[in-house]
């Protein structure tokens, strides 16, 4: 049996996030893709992170500094606070989360209203607002 996923769904890892970081299936909704990027973040998919970033912001990021920041963390749990649009029929969307994260010996609450959108078809995240 797989672990859980680190998203916290309450889902085995291979039954939630593991197919969309693999490559073996497309997340249908901006929250999926939300909670797949999160567990990414916290399993140092580095190259998922990058893909499923909108690709105007793609060559901003520098995947060093990502793997360095992701090796910096212990994401601890997410909450999905509130959803408007980003289902399998929308173009975008946004998703409200709340991530209980452990940087340098502290726990800390990461607070985001994050946008999505399709790009060829497939849910990309495009920016966050942050508290």
């Given at each position: ?7 916290t ?10 197919p ?92 985001e ?19």
């Amino acid at each position: 049996m797989s672990r859980p996923c680190p998203c916290t769904s309450k889902k085995t890892y291979d039954r939630c996030c593991e197919p969309f970081i693999l490559g073996k299936k497309q997340p249908q909704t901006a929250e999926q893709l939300m909670r797949s990027r999160f567990t990414a973040y916290a399993l140092r998919k580095v190259d998922y992170l990058v893909a499923t970033t909108d690709e105007a912001k793609r060559a901003e990021l520098d995947p060093e500094d990502l793997a360095s920041y992701c090796a910096s963390i212990a994401c601890v749990s997410l909450k999905i606070v509130a959803t408007e649009l980003g289902g399998p029929n929308d173009e975008t969307g946004v998703v409200k989360f709340h991530a209980s994260l452990q940087y340098g010996g502290k726990r800390t609450l990461h607070i985001e209203r994050s946008t999505f959108a399709r790009e060829n078809g497939a849910w990309v995240y495009v920016d966050g607002e942050t508290n």
